[in-house]
């Protein structure tokens, strides 16, 4: 009922920029926070950034000054405008988001996952 679809990663060169979009699709009624995690190979999932309906943002140290979190809820869809990236920036980048849909007159709530985009910050 619900999708998430990522776009926007690549091969970078160390220093370089990146956007990555989000956009949600299907029967919406609210989008809660939404946010970006990423897996580097070997590694476990980790949070990068999470951006609340309101527009409250978190963002993991090792990305705080580098990365911005935004959303346009009217086209529900979220951005990670990434610079001054680092070699250990790359992994799988995956948008999470909590979403209220509706199928006929009944509301459900579920935490939704994009496929994952891969950046790699490479020279």
């Known amino acids: 009922q619900v999708q998430l679809v990522e776009s926007g990663g690549g091969l970078v060169q160390p220093g370089g920029s990146l956007r990555l979009s989000c956009a949600a699709s299907?029967?919406?009624?609210?989008?809660?926070?939404m946010g970006w995690y990423r897996q580097a190979p070997g590694k476990q999932r980790e949070l990068v950034a999470t951006?609340?309906?309101?527009?409250?943002?978190n963002y993991a140290d090792s990305v705080k000054g580098r990365f911005t979190i935004s959303r346009d809820n009217a086209k529900n869809t979220v951005y990670l405008q990434m610079g001054s990236l680092k070699p250990e920036d790359t992994a799988v980048y995956y948008c999470?988001?909590?979403?209220?849909?509706?199928?006929?007159?009944?509301?459900?709530?579920?935490?939704?996952w994009g496929q994952g985009t891969q950046v790699t910050v490479s020279s």
């Open positions: 999470n988001a909590d979403i209220t849909y509706f199928r006929g007159s009944v509301y459900y709530a579920g935490d939704y």
């Open positions: 299907g029967s919406i009624f609210r989008i809660n926070a």
């Open positions: 951006i609340t309906s309101g527009g409250s943002t």
